[in-house]
Nanobody
Framework: QVQLVESGGGLVQAGGSLRLSCAAS????????MGWFRQTPGKEREFVAS????????YYADSVKGRFTVSRDKPKDTCYLQMNSLKPDDTAVYYC????????????????WGQGTQITVSS
């Protein structure tokens, strides 16, 4: 089992920045990649970004490319999502996830999930 705890959510004005953190614990040696997803009411959870835990290779949804940066700190077992130039459309609950296929963008490829953190971007 892997436990994930997100932090760093909040309210920000459009154009602002936030950084999310996801601390992993438990059997983290089994994790190949970590990803970030987001969800708004009535919509499916969507892929935002992911990182290969070993190589550091990153993947992004088109909607966040150039604005968001995903990274990982291996000694701390922590994944980050730096979000810049935020837009009202980025408002959602953001979830951290861990799995074995970071190059896959579907929810089903991730086995462990955090509790989610709310990001609200005001216009």
């Amino acid at each position: 089992q892997v436990q994930l705890v997100e932090s760093g959510g909040g309210l920000v004005q459009a154009g602002g920045s936030l950084r999310l953190s996801c601390a992993a614990s438990g059997r983290t040696f089994n994790v190949v990649g970590m990803g970030w997803f987001r969800q708004t009411p009535g919509k499916e959870r969507e892929f935002v970004a992911s990182v290969n835990w070993s190589t550091g290779r990153t993947y992004y949804a088109d909607s966040v490319k150039g604005r968001f940066t995903v990274s990982r700190d291996k000694p701390k077992d922590t994944c980050y999502l730096q979000m810049n130039s935020l837009k009202p459309d980025d408002t959602a609950v953001y979830y951290c996830a861990a799995g074995n296929f970071p190059w896959r963008f579907q929810v089903t490829y991730y086995d462990f999930w955090g509790q989610g953190t709310q990001i609200t971007v005001s216009s």
